[in-house]
């Protein structure tokens, strides 16, 4: 059975992918800010037939308690064989143009905390030489448009890292996945006017991203069509680009 950690798993596509593994008998190890959440989510799991779901408080943005974090998980699981890593925020832009600090701490929390936990995660993986680390960035990061650059600025950070530990870790049997979610209808995104024939629920992007890890891909847009629509996105020259309101 499949031993998992998943951080940042109060999230709604956190959760959808932990039922998919608990369905199959998985132990979970979960981790999050919220006590409470936490355990109400690793008794559901346990419900759904998970072996086992332990919980762990942190906030990511506490750095150096991610290698005690690793060190429990492993110690609890005997091993990482899939890692997810779904911890974020949706930024504000606004409020991150009229404040450094605000747009600072943005950028840890969807860019810097996540490469600050791969790295050491990393190395324990490799250590195993198995197993896959799955990391939701978002489209967000393909292109800087202005009305999310802060946002897309971390998530770029996050999709090239990615890319580079991907090929570093391929030659110790250990795989990374990079997702690239589109617009998904989570409490995260409530209130938000999106298009909705274009919005997603978290059980379709779990069901990609479950699919993915499987089948070991690189990288995933969620649902299929982001690619092309990216595509587009990337391909309008600068000159026009500048001029849109994206």
Request: with cysteine.
């Amino acid at each position: 059975m499949k031993k998992v950690l998943i951080v940042g798993a109060t999230s709604a596509i956190a959760i959808a992918c932990a039922r998919r593994w608990a369905s199959e008998g998985a132990t979970l190890f979960l981790v999050g800010r919220q006590a409470e959440r936490l355990e109400q989510i690793a008794a559901d799991l346990v419900a759904r037939g998970a072996k086992a779901a332990t919980s762990h408080v942190l906030d990511m943005n506490d750095f150096d308690a991610h290698q005690a974090m690793l060190d429990a998980c492993v110690g609890t699981l005997g091993g990482i064989d899939v890692a997810l890593i779904a911890h974020g925020t949706l930024s504000d832009q606004k409020a991150c143009e009229q404040d450094v600090k605000v747009a600072l701490r943005e950028l840890s929390t969807n860019g810097l905390s996540v490469i600050a936990l791969l790295t050491p995660l990393a190395n324990v993986m490799e250590s195993a030489k198995t197993g896959v680390i799955a990391v939701i960035s978002s489209v967000a990061g393909d292109r800087g448009r202005p009305s999310n650059y802060v946002y897309g600025t971390a998530k770029a950070a996050v999709s090239t890292f990615c890319e580079g530990l991907r090929a570093r870790l391929f030659k110790s049997g250990v795989h990374v996945l990079t997702i690239k979610p589109g617009f998904v209808d989570t409490p995260m995104t409530a209130g938000m006017p999106l298009p909705g024939p274009l919005v997603a629920t978290p059980e379709r992007v779990a069901n990609d991203i479950v699919r993915a890890v499987e089948k070991k891909k690189d990288s995933i847009y969620t649902p299929w069509f982001w690619s092309g629509i990216m595509l587009i996105i990337r391909s309008v020259p600068g000159f026009l680009f500048k001029r849109a309101s994206l």
